[in-house]
Protein backbone atom coordinates (compact mmCIF):
# COMPACT_ATOMS: atom_id res chain seq x y z
CA UNK A 1 0.00 0.00 0.00
CA UNK A 2 0.57 3.66 -0.73
CA UNK A 3 -0.33 6.96 -0.01
CA UNK A 4 0.57 9.06 -2.65
CA UNK A 5 -1.49 12.18 -1.43
CA UNK A 6 -1.72 11.79 2.19
CA UNK A 7 0.76 12.39 5.30
CA UNK A 8 4.33 14.26 5.06
CA UNK A 9 5.87 11.94 2.61
CA UNK A 10 4.48 11.17 -1.21
CA UNK A 11 4.78 6.95 -0.85
CA UNK A 12 6.87 3.81 -1.41
CA UNK A 13 10.30 4.74 -2.03
CA UNK A 14 11.19 3.58 -5.09
CA UNK A 15 14.79 4.68 -5.06
CA UNK A 16 15.51 2.66 -2.18
CA UNK A 17 14.96 -0.69 -3.92
CA UNK A 18 19.27 -1.55 -4.37
CA UNK A 19 19.39 -0.66 -0.53
CA UNK A 20 16.84 -3.19 0.23
CA UNK A 21 17.43 -5.45 -1.58
CA UNK A 22 21.35 -5.13 0.07
CA UNK A 23 19.85 -5.09 3.50
CA UNK A 24 18.42 -8.54 2.71
CA UNK A 25 21.44 -10.36 1.86
CA UNK A 26 22.12 -9.34 5.42
CA UNK A 27 19.13 -10.78 7.54
CA UNK A 28 18.61 -14.17 7.38
CA UNK A 29 18.24 -15.52 11.36
CA UNK A 30 18.30 -11.92 12.16
CA UNK A 31 16.37 -9.43 14.11
CA UNK A 32 15.92 -5.53 12.59
CA UNK A 33 15.34 -2.21 14.13
CA UNK A 34 13.87 0.12 11.15
CA UNK A 35 13.89 3.59 12.37
CA UNK A 36 12.09 5.96 10.39
CA UNK A 37 9.93 3.45 9.05
CA UNK A 38 6.98 4.66 7.09
CA UNK A 39 5.32 2.21 5.27
CA UNK A 40 7.71 -0.52 6.38
CA UNK A 41 9.39 -1.43 3.29
CA UNK A 42 12.56 -2.22 4.87
CA UNK A 43 11.36 -4.64 7.47
CA UNK A 44 9.17 -6.20 4.97
CA UNK A 45 11.88 -6.88 3.06
CA UNK A 46 14.08 -8.22 6.12
CA UNK A 47 11.18 -10.34 7.37
CA UNK A 48 11.10 -11.50 3.37
CA UNK A 49 14.41 -12.31 3.42
CA UNK A 50 13.90 -14.52 6.35
CA UNK A 51 14.71 -11.87 9.14
CA UNK A 52 13.43 -13.24 12.59
CA UNK A 53 11.82 -10.37 13.72
CA UNK A 54 11.50 -6.49 12.53
CA UNK A 55 10.31 -3.75 15.24
CA UNK A 56 9.73 -0.36 13.04
CA UNK A 57 9.65 3.18 14.25
CA UNK A 58 7.95 6.25 13.09
CA UNK A 59 6.39 9.22 15.09
CA UNK A 60 3.55 9.30 12.35
CA UNK A 61 0.15 7.50 13.46
CA UNK A 62 -0.66 7.11 9.65
CA UNK A 63 2.68 5.78 8.63
CA UNK A 64 2.48 3.15 11.72
CA UNK A 65 -0.91 1.81 10.25
CA UNK A 66 0.58 1.85 6.89
CA UNK A 67 3.33 -0.07 7.89
CA UNK A 68 1.39 -2.30 9.60
CA UNK A 69 -1.38 -2.89 6.64
CA UNK A 70 1.82 -4.13 4.57
CA UNK A 71 2.94 -6.39 6.83
CA UNK A 72 -0.42 -7.98 7.45
CA UNK A 73 -1.01 -8.11 3.58
CA UNK A 74 2.80 -9.90 2.88
CA UNK A 75 1.87 -12.30 5.54
CA UNK A 76 4.39 -10.87 7.94
CA UNK A 77 2.26 -9.37 10.91
CA UNK A 78 4.11 -12.39 13.07
CA UNK A 79 7.38 -11.00 12.36
CA UNK A 80 6.83 -7.42 11.78
CA UNK A 81 5.90 -5.19 14.99
CA UNK A 82 5.56 -1.13 14.49
CA UNK A 83 5.86 1.65 16.97
CA UNK A 84 4.31 4.57 16.95
CA UNK A 85 7.52 7.23 18.60
CA UNK A 86 9.94 9.91 18.43
CA UNK A 87 12.69 7.98 17.44
CA UNK A 88 15.18 10.06 19.87
CA UNK A 89 12.71 9.31 22.22
CA UNK A 90 12.53 5.79 21.00
CA UNK A 91 16.26 5.07 21.95
CA UNK A 92 16.80 6.69 24.93
CA UNK A 93 13.76 4.60 26.74
CA UNK A 94 15.32 1.67 25.34
CA UNK A 95 18.79 2.41 26.16
CA UNK A 96 20.55 2.42 22.93
CA UNK A 97 21.11 6.55 23.51
CA UNK A 98 21.29 8.95 26.08
Known amino acids: LVA ?10 CDQRDNRAMLAELCAGRRLLDLYCYSGGFSLAAAAAGATSTHGVDSSAAAIGL ?4 AALNGFGSVCEFSQSDVPAFLKREGVAE
Open 67 to 70: AQSN
Open 4 to 13: PVLGQKSGFY
